[in-house]
């Protein structure tokens, strides 16, 4: 157990199709064009961290899968002066498509589980991409990541982040750890709120949910088999960094929650 451990009551269990998966001809295409969106993603090389080349091929990703996002044209508002800090952009965890759908909305800098390195694809992707991985069992590696991310800000650029520690199967989930705000009260940065959500044909789903035990691998084709699924990325206002990071946590989850998820089975 770490600093970053959390226990979550989800089990694989929880995640289910809401209506019937696609036919089988349908997840076959979808196979085929996610392998080419990520090809394309790992043929950009190292432009793939700028800003609008990621925003372009995370959206190809998500159409390649077959959902749908439902999202503004942006999460942080209008666009910083030069000089200003970044956004602490902060949000559920639901699953590996989280990040995507966040991605493709406002480019920045992720932090992710060192594990996600080792997904086939994927991994090597979230590498080009600039995603920042992090070493959950080592406790005396916190002061160093919370350094990093202030400095990120600082310089201007967003950070995103999934303060719950684990994922859950809806978004109301569980309270946010505090570290990482320490990162936003110290680059005297904004915290972003942000509403990550699923849906078929219209009402909640746990589909998408990446939990427990579930492998990579299953978790995908359960979301490549899911009928008119869509990722809804709500954000909520800006919170000022002059508070605490108890203050800022414990607001920000609030922003986060009662959105109307289905409950825990």
């Not at 503004?72 to 956004?87: I, K, L, Q, T, Y």
């Not at 069992?137 to 600082?154: E, K, N, S, W």
């Not at 990446?210 to 909520?236: C, K, Y």
Request: net charge positive; aromatic share 4%.
């Amino acid at each position: 157990m770490s600093c970053w451990t959390v226990a979550s009551p989800c089990t694989v269990r929880c995640a289910a199709h809401r209506v019937p998966p696609v036919a089988t001809g349908v997840r076959a295409r979808r196979y085929a064009a996610l392998a080419g969106a990520l090809l394309r993603g790992l043929a950009s090389g190292p432009r793939l961290a700028s800003g609008e080349v990621l925003r372009t091929q995370a959206k190809g990703v998500i159409r390649a899968l077959g959902a749908t996002l439902e999202a503004p044209a942006s999460v942080s508002g209008p666009r910083r002066r030069p000089g200003e800090a970044g956004s602490l952009i902060v949000s559920d965890h639901i699953s590996w498509l989280d990040a995507l759908a966040l991605l493709a909305v406002e480019p920045a800098t992720a932090l992710a589980k060192r594990e996600v390195a080792q997904w086939p694809l994927f991994g090597p992707l979230a590498e080009r991409a600039g995603v920042q991985f992090i070493d959950r069992d080592r406790i005396r590696t916190l002061p160093d990541t919370v350094a990093q991310v202030a400095a990120v800000l600082r310089a201007g650029r967003s950070v995103l982040v999934f303060p719950q520690g684990t994922t859950w199967c809806t978004e109301s989930g569980s309270g946010f750890r505090r570290a990482l705000f320490q990162a936003a009260v110290d680059a005297e940065a904004p915290v972003r709120p942000v509403t990550v959500s699923y849906r078929q044909c219209g009402e909640p789903s746990t589909v998408a949910a990446f939990l427990g035990e579930d492998t990579f691998a299953a978790s995908l084709h359960r979301v490549i088999s899911a009928r008119d699924l869509a990722v809804r990325v709500t954000p909520h206002p800006a919170l000022h960094p002059a508070r605490d990071r108890r203050a800022l946590a414990a607001a920000a989850h609030t922003a986060i929650r009662g959105t109307g998820a289905p409950a825990h089975p």
